[in-house]
């Protein structure tokens, strides 16, 4: 069997609509919007309404992303639901949501790989395309972090907030997947993670008192972590790719941290003009953050056929994962 090309047909998002500004986070925990925004590069982020949960932000997501790619929900093969916020343990988002396109034909499974799900669940889709084995694979990343975040910890909940963006990959002409790389340290699982919950802790009293269904995280050490690893797994699949980094028309990265992204692309010598950059309205949305970014730079136009892009995700695990992809207009 031939190999076959993948590529990305269409994107689309699904955001709530109520914007958490840092001004009203000012009057939540100690902080100033001076702290947040020059630390983080951060302004505002979405909260999701009662209601409103990862399944129906992904759902938005997909509708639009079937609508702007051509491809019907019969069509779908597979669905990836990259996120560490599923609206259950189990069953899986994904299951759930193929039940509500009524996606009759399609496989479908929950991602766990933090923020860099989403880079992840796109590699995976790739992998099936390529080998022949499906034709249309749904790839969603999407949370709703404000469910695990403690409002009273000023360390984290300046930080996150809540969305989804999805892409329809399927098999096409041109060469859409150049390359990936992906990878994990499982030592710095500590670094940032939500204790309780699962099987080693299941919720109890004491869990909920000691707020251990709440995001933690080690701030410095993942900061550490990430500008090392964004700069390394670029490079890293630059050269599996055969392009040189030059040659790269769009660097988007995972949106947790302004200070990461230009201290990352500053190692990679990417000059400002081709990095990405939405946190100052999102916040780090994990798994979301990604394809948010990639929604709003084609909606901007700033990808054009033809273009390479360079996406880079990093986060709990601790996980890392790059791919670059030809945008197939
Ligand atoms: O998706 C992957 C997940 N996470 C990340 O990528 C996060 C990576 N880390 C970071 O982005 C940064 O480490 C943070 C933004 C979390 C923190 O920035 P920092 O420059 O590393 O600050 P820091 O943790 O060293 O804290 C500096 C000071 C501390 O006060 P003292 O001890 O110096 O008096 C903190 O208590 O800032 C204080 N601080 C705050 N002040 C006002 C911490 N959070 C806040 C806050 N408002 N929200």
Redesign the pocket.
């Known amino acids: 069997m031939s190999k076959k090309n993948a590529g990305i047909l269409g994107l689309g998002i699904g955001l709530p609509e109520r914007v958490l500004t840092n001004k009203e986070?000012e009057k939540v925990?100690?902080?100033?919007d001076e702290?947040?925004s020059g630390?983080?590069g951060i302004k505002e982020r979405r909260i999701a309404a009662d209601g409103e949960t990862t399944l129906t932000l992904s759902e938005k997501a997909a509708r639009e992303a079937m609508e702007n790619s051509g491809i019907s929900a019969a069509e779908l093969d597979l669905i990836i639901v990259a996120t560490v916020t599923p609206d259950m343990i189990f069953p899986a988002t994904a299951c759930l949501l193929q039940d509500s396109l009524k996606a009759e034909s399609a496989a479908a499974f929950d991602l766990e790989a933090?923020?860099s799900g989403f880079v992840y669940g796109l590699t995976l889709a790739a992998q099936f395309i390529e080998n022949g084995a499906y034709r249309n694979v749904l790839v969603i990343g999407a949370e709703v972090l404000s469910r695990i975040t403690d409002w009273e910890d000023?360390?984290?909940?300046?930080?996150?907030g809540d969305g989804a963006g999805a892409a329809v990959m399927g098999t096409v002409e041109e060469k859409g997947f150049w390359g990936f790389e992906l990878g994990s340290d499982g030592s710095g699982g500590d670094f940032?993670k939500m204790p309780a919950g699962g099987g080693a802790k299941p919720a109890s009293r004491n869990t909920v008192e000691e707020k251990l269904h709440y995001i933690k995280?080690?701030?410095?050490?993942?900061?550490k972590?990430?500008v090392k690893a964004m700069a390394r797994s670029a490079k890293k699949v630059a050269e599996k790719s055969n392009i040189a980094i030059e040659d790269i028309d769009l660097f988007i990265p995972?949106q947790?941290?302004i200070?990461?992204i230009e201290s990352a692309a500053k190692r990679l010598k990417i000059p400002p003009e081709k990095v990405f950059m939405n946190l100052e309205y999102y916040g780090?949305t994990?798994a979301a953050?990604i394809p948010i970014a990639l929604y709003e730079a084609w909606k901007e136009g700033r990808v054009k056929k033809s273009d390479r892009i360079l996406m880079v995700?990093?986060?709990?695990g601790l996980s890392w994962g790059s791919v670059i992809i030809e945008w197939i207009g």
């Open positions: 986070l925990v100690a902080t100033s702290w947040i630390r983080t933090g923020c000023r360390n984290t909940c300046v930080l996150f940032l995280m080690d701030g410095n050490q993942v900061f972590f990430a995972h947790a941290n200070r990461i780090n994990s953050s995700g990093f986060g709990a």
